[in-house]
């Protein structure tokens, strides 16, 4: 297993909102020095829901996985999809629009 690449406690961050099924997200992303993504948190408009739980659960696992390696584009890849090839996650939603970004 490869080891943890933890972020400085001051990092370069951005907010992007997005809507995914028809709920409403917001995103905090976590940048390393070099520009490289380090961690997800997402939370849903009506907080305490099942569906905010589920986001902020996903972001956490794939914060870890992008901490222990994984690449961003294996992440996107991996997320389910309905059968015309949207995510059928919110975190897949995420990882769709941060990896279709310039």
Aim: proline share 4%; aromatic share 6%.
């Amino acid at each position: 297993m490869s080891q943890r690449r933890r972020l400085h406690s001051r990092r370069p961050a951005e907010t992007l909102d997005f809507e995914h099924a028809g709920q409403h997200f917001v995103a905090s992303l976590g940048f390393y020095e070099d520009g490289s993504l380090g961690e997800i948190f997402v939370s849903a408009r009506k907080l305490g829901s099942g569906a905010d739980a589920i986001a902020r659960d996903g972001a956490i696992l794939a914060s870890f996985a992008l901490q222990f390696g994984a690449p961003l584009d294996a992440l996107r890849k991996a997320m389910t999809r309905d059968g015309s090839g949207r995510a059928s996650s919110p975190i897949g939603a995420l990882l769709d629009l941060i990896g279709s970004a310039p």
